[in-house]
């Protein structure tokens, strides 16, 4: 920030007398450029400055030790709004009115004391307009520095947090899974219906920020090799700050219900810094209402994302109405979904908040921090989560059941060796070998041999030798037996299926399985029947059950 210096510099010589005289500091030089050193000696003086600021009003100090709890800035419209405006008026008005005087807000007796300035500073999304105090009165207010912030908000009333919704380390598992379908090339999907549960896009994004993929979303051998195979605790804590750090993951045009239109650029770094700021003042272990920790935040730091005139020249739109939420009072709307998504969506899913619903099926009222908060959010990798110590179950159908605690990098590796059937109850993953997966599995280099390997040391029992057996032969003579349904046309005579087989139908038939009998190619029925009837035939399609 500015020094005291830069501040006064430019200002008049009555506005520099009318410093001194609310200083108690006598100016008797006749123009600005001489008054301004004398003034400066006056006002570094560290026991002046707690005197004027000790006979401050309390609105007053507590605008400064604001400023001073947000590194010594703050927006000038967020300044404005919470401590009062400025009357703008010019040196004549100044001097006939005596606003110092009278002054009707803090803002105005900080100002005519020098006390704070008003700048453009350079910010990541350009310059904006601030109130500051001037950095070298800073480390003369000791008093104001110590000053304990507030916390944000209320505890939650007991029927607010009537049903917890604890964080858990499920992501871990999800991040499994969408690996496998990545480096597979299957369709990423919705990992359950619930409404907290994370979505598979962000799921990738979030894997994408901890290093995990490459710019094709393709998982990096490497590193994701080190992060199935490192403990829960490490795993959780990667993700935790790929997100924390990340200038890309843009909370805001993931919010659900609203829609970012146009080439403005918001900070997503900056806004998420500021709210897990106002999150660390929560105290731990208690629930805290959802709705008044926002309002705390709308009081204190509204303009954390959106300032002056940028809440018009962001064009951001309500899915729901299809209007646009311009304007500081639509505020609630934006910056209030936007703080909402980030408690329910990314430290939820997480594991850095718990969260609490008056009833099973409502949403979220209150949160706390989870058991894991502080370890996760300072950089160290938390206690208390699961052992991967589970073992493959083998059914006698071919089918494989692995329990949620069954090592991540062993249960991707058998994701990509073999079909993937639903999940079973309790995180039960399920899968089948078969000789389409395996032929997947060939072309990204796996063979069955280094299946049967994982198998016999994370297998529950030893491996069946017929299971062995079927996959050697497969490895060495491919696939031996097929089953598959088809659509087969029986015809009364041979004469009939001959004159179809030399028509321009004819391509439309498969194998003949009979004299009377051939197989149709898939999605030509219709095209059969047709030529049939221009030779005379009447047919029908039968489906059987």
């Not at 703050?74 to 008005?93: C, D, K």
């Not at 997503?268 to 660390?280: D, F, G, N, W």
């Not at 898939?522 to 049939?532: F, I, R």
Request: glycine letters at 8%.
């Amino acid at each position: 920030m500015p020094d005291l210096i830069h501040n006064l510099q430019g200002r008049d010589i009555g506005f520099l007398r009318i410093v001194a005289r609310l200083w108690g500091l006598e100016l008797n030089a006749p123009d600005a450029h001489t008054a301004l050193p004398l003034l400066l000696s006056g006002l570094l003086n560290p026991p002046l400055v707690l005197e004027v600021v000790e006979s401050l009003p309390h609105a007053a100090q507590a605008a400064l030790a604001a400023l001073v709890q947000r590194e010594g800035r703050i927006t000038w419209s967020e300044f404005v709004r919470r401590f009062g405006a400025l009357r703008e008026m010019g040196p004549g008005q100044r001097d006939r009115r005596r606003p110092y005087e009278t002054p009707t807000s803090p803002t105005e007796i900080l100002w005519y004391r020098g006390l704070i300035g008003r700048a453009f500073l350079e910010t990541s999304s350009g310059p904006q307009e601030f109130a500051y105090i001037p950095d070298d009165l800073v480390p003369l207010l000791p008093a104001l520095q110590a000053e304990t912030p507030i916390p944000p908000g209320r505890p939650a009333s007991p029927l607010e947090s009537a049903h917890p919704l604890p964080a858990t380390d499920r992501i871990l598992d999800h991040a499994c899974t969408m690996l496998a379908a990545l480096r597979l090339g299957r369709e990423p999907a919705q990992f359950d219906g619930s409404p907290l549960a994370i979505p598979a896009g962000i799921l990738i994004q979030l894997l994408a920020e901890a290093g995990l993929l490459d710019k094709k979303g393709i998982p990096l051998p490497e590193p994701a090799r080190a992060f199935l195979e490192a403990p829960r605790a490490a795993a959780l804590l990667s993700l935790v700050q790929g997100w924390q750090t990340s200038r890309k993951f843009d909370e805001l045009r993931l919010v659900p219900g609203l829609k970012c239109e146009g080439e403005w650029q918001n900070d997503p770094l900056a806004a998420r810094k500021a709210i897990l700021v106002h999150l660390s003042q929560v105290p731990p272990a208690t629930w805290w209402n959802l709705n008044a920790f926002i309002g705390a935040i709308h009081e204190r730091q509204p303009d954390f994302q959106r300032s002056a005139g940028e809440y018009d020249a962001w064009f951001i739109r309500s899915e729901a109405s299809g209007e646009y939420l311009r304007g500081f009072a639509r505020w609630e709307d934006v910056e209030g979904a936007l703080i909402r998504f980030v408690l329910s969506g990314p430290l939820f899913w997480l594991g850095i908040i718990d969260l609490a619903a008056p009833a099973p099926d409502a949403a979220p009222t209150a949160f706390r921090l989870s058991t894991w908060a502080t370890d996760l959010l300072s950089g160290k990798a938390p206690s208390g989560l699961r052992k991967e110590d589970g073992t493959i179950q083998l059914r006698s159908n071919g089918q494989l059941r692995l329990p949620a605690q069954t090592p991540r990098s062993v249960r991707y590796q058998i994701a990509r060796f073999c079909a993937w059937e639903p999940a079973g109850e309790g995180l039960e993953y399920r899968y089948r070998i078969t000789p389409s997966s395996l032929e997947t599995a060939r072309r990204q280099g796996l063979r069955p041999g280094q299946l049967i390997a994982l198998l016999r040391r994370h297998a529950s029992a030893p491996l069946m030798p017929s299971l062995v057996q079927a996959l050697e032969h497969w490895d060495q003579q491919g696939a031996q037996i097929y089953l598959e349904a088809v659509t087969v046309l029986r015809v009364d005579s041979p004469e009939i299926l001959a004159e179809l087989r030399s028509s321009k139908a004819a391509r439309f038939l498969g194998d003949l399985l009979g004299p009377t009998t051939v197989i149709v190619r898939p999605g030509a029925q219709e095209k059969v029947l047709a030529a049939l009837a221009e030779m005379g035939y009447l047919a029908e399609l039968t489906l059987s059950d």
